[in-house]
């Protein structure tokens, strides 16, 4: 298999945490049952020793070249998650004033962190220039404008890049693609050089180079290849015209696997021969903005069945864990592996289970005919590769509480989140006095 190289394919799961220890799911020392007993379910439950392995693939494979990691927080942003790929020596890549706050709590250089996104509010930019942060990826030259006047009424100068909009297809889910022309991301690429002598007409902006992101969950390297390709093609003729350029962000992207029998994604090492190959002669500072294949196989959301019904040709295992909790299937019908958390001898037989959530709604399903042992109530099930863009982009529906996160290494595990009670959910909430 592809993806079989040890230490580095970050989605390969050749060396996953999650590993059966006499029929028992484990992650790395800890039982899946132990935390569940403790915490209740659903529970997203972190390995600290995949996320690290992820991320020294990236350092380790861009050693030689002149590159940092800026993980994107919005992957999975618990300060616990945070704080240890800070500790590795990562810097940070956040799409909002939120997210640069997450960074700077957990003790992030402000000179670490850099600012993305296609719509930044006034307070989000002031405070990036507060802080200091290393720079501010532009996507509009409106913003241009917007930027420039706030740094000069605050007496500061904001070192920016301009993002890119390539026009390559990254041939991923239409909702994850961010670098085609009818996207809403980055300066369309026809409009790039003057929006460049833009950033540099203007005051209180220093433009520093450009940046890029054609998209999420990539399994080939090829549209990165082509749209670097692009970016050297215009660093080379943007010098040429004088201008000056030190520095190129690369964005992330890279998809990892899902399907057990399914494609692994992109290697690390082949991505940086890659970024080597096409940009590591123009003499800029490199940067990279992976998310995904930094957490996302070293993440599960544990959780319990309610019952098993039986339908018209399938069985319907019923979770306690929710659309609400986990929404990729229902927002990009994205597949999960589910596995039992306990093996059992009568467990050889299998049948087509669709698996769902208690939720009113058809697309709260985390699975459709997946070939699964029958399962009775109380059983523990884990849904794999769950720690990029799962816990993040939970939410409350249906008054249920915010998914609690665990974090292990080792023998070590900590509640990092923990669920929110009753009270704490309906406390920020009010009744109009005029009721
Ligand atoms: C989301 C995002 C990333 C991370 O993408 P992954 O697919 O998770 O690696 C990087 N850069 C920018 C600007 C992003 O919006």
């Known amino acids: 298999m592809q993806g079989s190289r040890p230490g580095q394919n970050p989605g390969s799961g050749s060396r996953s945490p999650f590993k059966y220890f006499k029929g028992e799911l484990f992650v790395e020392e800890v039982a899946v049952k132990t935390i569940a007993r403790h915490v209740g379910t659903p529970v997203y439950i972190y390995s600290a020793t995949c996320i690290a392995s992820n991320y020294r693939s990236y350092s380790d494979s861009f050693a030689n070249l002149d590159c940092r990691v800026f993980y994107s927080i919005k992957a999975n942003s618990n300060i616990g998650v945070l704080r240890h790929l800070s500790t590795l020596g990562a810097g940070f890549d956040a799409v909002s004033g939120g997210e640069i706050r997450r960074a700077l709590a957990v003790g992030a250089p402000a000179g670490s962190i850099v600012f993305s996104g296609v719509g930044k509010t006034r307070n989000e930019m002031a405070l990036a220039l507060e802080v200091g942060i290393r720079h501010i990826n532009v996507e509009s030259e409106q913003e241009l404008l917007r930027l420039s006047r706030l740094a000069g009424n605050m007496g500061k100068v904001a070192s920016v890049l301009i993002r890119v909009n390539p026009d390559v297809d990254a041939n991923t889910h239409t909702k994850i693609a961010t670098g085609r022309a009818e996207d809403k991301f980055g300066i369309p690429w026809s409009r790039v050089k003057s929006a460049y002598v833009l950033a540099e007409e203007l005051p209180n902006l220093n433009p520093i ?203 070590q595990w900590t509640v990092v989140r923990r669920r929110p009670s009753f009270e704490e959910i309906i406390g920020i909430e009010a009744i109009p006095d005029w009721l």
């Open 209 to 411: 180079g450009l940046a890029m992101h054609i998209g999420s969950q990539l399994m080939s390297l090829e549209p990165i290849s082509k749209a670097a390709d692009q970016l050297a093609g215009l660093v080379r003729s943007l010098r040429a015209e004088g201008h000056q350029l030190d520095c190129l962000d690369v964005g992330g992207g890279l998809g990892v696997q899902y399907r057990a029998e399914g494609p692994a994604g992109p290697s690390v090492t082949d991505y940086a021969r890659l970024v080597q190959a096409r940009l590591g002669d123009l003499d800029c500072e490199l940067e990279l903005e992976p998310g995904r294949s930094i957490v996302a196989d070293a993440g599960i959301l544990a959780a319990s069945v309610l019952l098993r019904k039986r339908g018209i040709s399938q069985e319907i295992l019923v979770l306690d864990a929710a659309m609400n909790d986990l929404v990729r299937p229902a927002l990009y019908g994205a597949w999960h592996e589910i596995v039992p958390v306990q093996k059992r001898p009568e467990h050889t037989e299998c049948v087509r289970t669709d698996v769902v959530g208690p939720i009113c709604e058809s697309g709260d399903r985390f699975a459709s005919g997946l070939r699964l042992p029958r399962l009775d109530e109380g059983e523990l099930v884990a849904v794999k590769t769950a720690g990029a863009y799962c816990a993040v982009m939970a939410s409350q529906y249906n008054s249920r509480p915010l998914v609690p996160e665990v974090f292990v290494r080792g023998q």
